[in-house]
T-cell receptor, first 113, second 111 residues
């Protein structure tokens, strides 16, 4: 089966601009997660979708971040306006119902200059 | 809350050397413990896991034992290869679907 796909793989934007990251989960995976690793620190949870519903968005840092998952398929994570501290690697993961482990994507490296 | 502390890197080794990466955790309840690995240019991959105390996870020559008494899950490999060069993350899952990760340890193995 195809894995979790994220794009772009890299993005460099200026402070104040908008960036949208996309994640395509494995087909049939109801659970979709976003995580990010900032400046070589720990990977931190951002939010969790079950199908199209936000199950847990406790890790979203502020209201400049907006995640959507229309139709319960792919998800987007928009940062608007981007700040320097948003630079990092954004990972997406998906899983089937219940807990059977995640499959992670390769991540999007975001650099805000 | 849950937290994971792992050995800071970077770690540089010669081929066939012994590798240990320390990991300790703080968690409520009885967490499951994981080691993930990120090879250059790739995504996070599950390396091994343990779901209860005294379980030993193993894969690709790596091992880690869930030690409840010391709240630790140290990763070990007896003889590393150049292909083991990667970033290694210790992680735990408690009562929900979220994973809590350590900061990652970059390992470089030289021929």
């Amino acid at each position: 089966e195809a894995g979790v796909t994220q794009f772009p793989s890299h993005s460099v934007i200026e402070k104040g601009q908008t960036v949208t990251l996309r994640c395509d989960p494995i087909s049939g995976h109801d659970n979709l997660y976003w995580y990010r690793r900032v400046m070589g620190k720990e990977i931190k949870f951002l939010l969790h979708f079950v199908k199209e519903s936000k199950q847990d968005e406790s890790g979203m840092p502020n209201n400049r971040f907006l995640a959507e998952r229309t139709g319960g398929t792919y998800s987007t994570l928009k940062v608007q306006p981007a700040e320097l501290e948003d630079s990092g690697v954004y990972f997406c993961a998906s899983s089937r119902q219940g807990w059977d482990g995640y499959t992670f994507g390769s991540g999007t490296r975001l650099t805000v200059v | 809350g849950n937290s994971v502390t792992q050995m800071e890197g970077p770690v540089t080794l010669s081929e066939e050397a012994f590798l240990t990466i320390n990991c300790t955790y703080t968690a409520t309840g009885y967490p499951s413990l994981f080691w993930y690995v990120q090879y250059p240019g790739e995504g996070l991959q599950l390396l091994l896991k343990a779901t209860k105390a005294d379980d030993k996870g193993s894969n690709k020559g790596f091992e880690a034992t869930y030690r409840k008494e010391t709240t630790s899950f140290h990763l070990e490999k007896g003889s590393v290869q150049v292909s083991d060069s990667a970033v290694y993350f210790c992680a735990l899952r408690s009562n929900d679907y979220k994973l809590s990760f350590g900061a990652g340890t970059t390992v470089t193995v030289r021929a």
